[in-house]
């Protein structure tokens, strides 16, 4: 059964920083693995897509890579700002079916 | 035109009401997707629409019902509810249901159950 693992839990960093949040999954058989925002309350955002063919994504100041066979992802956000607060959420496709297999989420916190 | 929009945005309703979620998209996407998000949980999967049929059930209690009467229009309807079924219930849509697609979700409805 695909589980889907999200290190940190929550993370708290002044403006500027660049940083790095992880993802790791069980069953490296993915069709594609995809990256969300969530702000308190609200729907979910898509960041990036990354085909299983595919080693990363790139939009704006973000960046999502994939190591298939190692079973991790990495989103980096470059340069983060206060705006970029919320849960990020990664999310796996094992199947045709279109089911996504979603980790815990990292509570981002960008202070000023 | 990349939005999926849900009515209402917040619903209160009794263990004896029944209610209708509502889900709409634009983009000439052919699948649709009901997900639910208990508070501080990730999303789990309830249901999949693909080209208006019925694809995919996560073994989903009866007292939700889904309907897709067209392409762009994805309902759920509610009955005799528990109050553990109070949560944020999101609606998606992708181009297909096979592998590549990008899911794009709406704002949600927030649903209380007293």
């Known amino acids: 059964k695909q589980e889907v693992t999200q290190i940190p839990a929550a993370l708290s960093v002044p403006e500027g920083e660049n940083l790095v949040l992880n993802c790791s999954f069980t069953?490296?058989?993915?069709?594609?693995l995809q990256w969300f925002r969530q702000d308190p309350g609200k729907g979910l955002t898509s960041l990036l897509l990354?085909?299983?063919?595919?080693r990363e994504q790139t939009s704006g100041r973000l960046n999502a890579s994939l190591d298939k066979s190692s079973g991790r992802s990495t989103l980096y956000i470059a340069a983060s700002q206060p705006g970029d607060s919320a849960t990020y959420l990664c999310?796996?496709?094992?199947?045709?079916?279109?089911?996504?297999?979603f980790g815990q989420g990292t509570e981002l916190s960008v202070k000023p | 035109d990349t939005e999926v929009t849900q009515t209402p945005k917040h619903l209160v309703m009794g263990m004896t009401n029944k209610k209708s979620l509502k889900c709409e998209q634009h983009?000439?996407?052919?699948?649709m997707y009901w997900y639910k998000q208990k508070a501080k949980k990730p999303p789990e999967l309830m249901f999949v629409?693909?080209?208006?049929?019925?694809?995919i059930n996560e073994s989903v209690p009866s007292r939700f019902s889904p309907e897709c009467p067209n392409s762009s229009l994805l309902n759920l309807h509610l009955h005799a509810l528990q109050p553990e079924d109070s949560a944020l219930y999101l609606c998606?849509?992708?181009?297909?249901?096979?592998?590549?697609?990008?899911?794009?979700f709406g704002p949600g409805t927030r649903l209380t159950v007293l």
């Open positions: 998606a849509s992708s181009r297909g249901q096979v592998n590549y697609n990008e899911q794009f």
């Open positions: 069953d490296s058989a993915i069709y594609n």
């Open positions: 990354i085909q299983s063919s595919q």
């Open positions: 999310a796996v496709m094992e199947n045709q079916g279109g089911k996504l297999i």
């Open positions: 983009m000439g996407h052919r699948a």
């Open positions: 629409y693909s080209y208006e049929k019925l694809s």
